[in-house]
């Protein structure tokens, strides 16, 4: 027991991940049908997706800038503006930079993710007291959270603090490119590790250095969570609306 809730963050977190993933993928995919069953031009539907991610495209692509900035790596072109890839992909935006050691392009690669994630909790408990939701549900109180719950729509600037979740959560997930130097990094931590275990250092870092890591992923995986839920609260009415205007235009994208 002591061994499940030592490590029960590394499962919340692949789980909250997992679940966010799919959603933002599903999602994305019922929006842009939509969107082009609307404007029958791609183009035009392109401009009108990249518009509804643009404040986390802002952000995933400055973070990326201004960490490479600050650990000293050369930056290239920076763009804002949305482009197809010849994989069929969309890219909303990309910053060019210079190729480094793996430990650099590793924090470079996910600095939108640590960037998303902060800004989302600063909304999450700052603007929408998402705190105070939390502690009732702990705590058993499931009436008193049902009515915190279903009177969040009615507080101030509500709708563009969720507006804001939604966009940045479904932006800040690294793409495979950002991605390129964490398996270096991934071999020289396990490396690290299994010397650290031989050499007798395993009870100590499993007293002292696992719950740290296990409370991280705790509130990390909190935080995606919420991410997919705002996901999967949009899922459905965009999935229904592109079924409605396939059925009255009789035009479907796949």
Known sequence: MYYLNTFDGFAWFATSLALLVFLQRFLHREIQAVLLILTRHPGLSTLIFSLLFFPGVVLHEGSHFLT???????????SLIPQALPDGRLRLGYVETARADFLRDALI???????GMLVISFIAIQRLHMVLL?????????????MGLTALPSMHDFWLWFYLVFAISSTMLPSASDRHAWWPLGIMLAILLVLAIIAGAGPWMLKHLAPLLNAFLRGASLILALSAIVHGLLVLPFGLLHKILARATHIDIQ
């Open 68 to 78: 490479a900035v600050l650990l000293g790596v050369q930056t290239g072109r920076f």
């Open 109 to 115: 690669g996910a600095a939108p993710l640590a960037s």
């Open 134 to 146: 939390w502690d009732t549900l702990r705590m058993g109180q499931i009436s008193l959270f049902w």
